[in-house]
């Protein structure tokens, strides 16, 4: 039992020198103020998935760790995280970052997978090789091996909380539903959902589009055979929070069904 205290507080001591170490010889920069606080619908915007999957990717920092005794691969908002790059890689103190990391599985796409938003941090102390940060906000756990993204807190389009049915649904521009959260196949009022079309097709946050469904695949008469052509089904509303040149996220305001992969997405004529 002695030899065990002596090995645990000779570690102990170890911990301390070494992380006191770092923080001496860290650059140091005056914070950046904290940002106001942010809206519970801009908290819960900057928490979805982004209008991206994920592809290799060269140059990004990482949370390789947390400040602990003990080594673990998952983390919260009680830690301190290690970053594999300090002031060498341009890293300062106060410098924001969301924490992202793909999908575990794709089923979207076995090369390009959705992209998931763990939380965000703030960089508190910064050496030339490593940084550490504190957990401002997480959206789940945070693991080892997440890679960092300039924060930016979202805007969040005035449209985003209202639903307006206003203005005819544009059928000779119809966009699919890709998947939503951890590619998930479905989701409801509320959630978000990623769709294939973006800034090249002049999506902007605020656009609300009509959600659609084909319901000819669902259908059969008492023989079997397929019926008639059926007209699409209405099945919600949306509009557009984010964007990217290819791709946009849609907030869901109502849906009388699960709004799911390949549903239509059509955008509503503009009323101003």
């Avoid at 602990?68 to 970052?97: C, K, M, N, W």
């Avoid at 693991?143 to 300039?150: M, N, Q, V």
Wanted: some cysteine.
């Amino acid at each position: 039992m002695t030899r065990l205290h002596d090995v645990v507080s000779t570690a102990f001591a170890l911990f301390v020198v070494v992380t006191l170490s770092v923080l001496a010889a860290t650059t140091r920069v005056d914070a950046q103020a904290p940002t106001d606080a942010l809206s519970p619908q801009q908290v819960s915007l900057a928490c979805a998935l982004p209008p991206a999957t994920s592809t290799a990717r060269t140059g990004v920092l990482h949370v390789v760790g947390a400040q602990d005794t003990i080594p673990r691969s998952l983390f919260s908002e009680r830690d301190l995280l290690v970053v594999d790059g300090g002031a060498g890689r341009g890293v300062e103190v106060g410098q924001q970052y969301f924490v992202r990391r793909p999908v575990s599985s794709s089923v979207y796409s076995g090369d390009a997978k959705a992209i998931v938003t763990a939380g965000w941090i703030r960089i508190v102390a910064a050496n030339q090789a490593t940084a550490i940060a504190t957990v401002e906000r997480s959206c789940g756990q945070i693991e080892a091996g997440d890679y960092l993204e300039a924060f930016v807190a979202p805007v969040v389009p005035a449209a985003a909380m209202t639903i307006d049915r206003r203005g005819d649904p544009d059928f000779t521009t119809l966009g699919r539903v890709l998947f939503g959260e951890q590619e998930r196949y479905a989701g409801g009022a509320g959630e978000y959902m990623v769709i294939d079309r973006g800034a090249e097709q002049g999506l902007v946050p605020g656009a609300r589009f009509a959600i659609y469904r084909d319901v000819q695949q669902w259908v059969r008469d008492l023989n079997g055979a397929a019926p008639a052509p059926l007209p699409l089904s209405s099945i919600g509303e949306g509009v557009i929070v984010t964007t990217s040149q290819t791709m946009s996220v849609l907030r869901i305001l109502a849906a009388r069904d699960a709004v799911q992969r390949g549903d239509y997405v059509v955008p509503r004529a503009s009323t101003r």
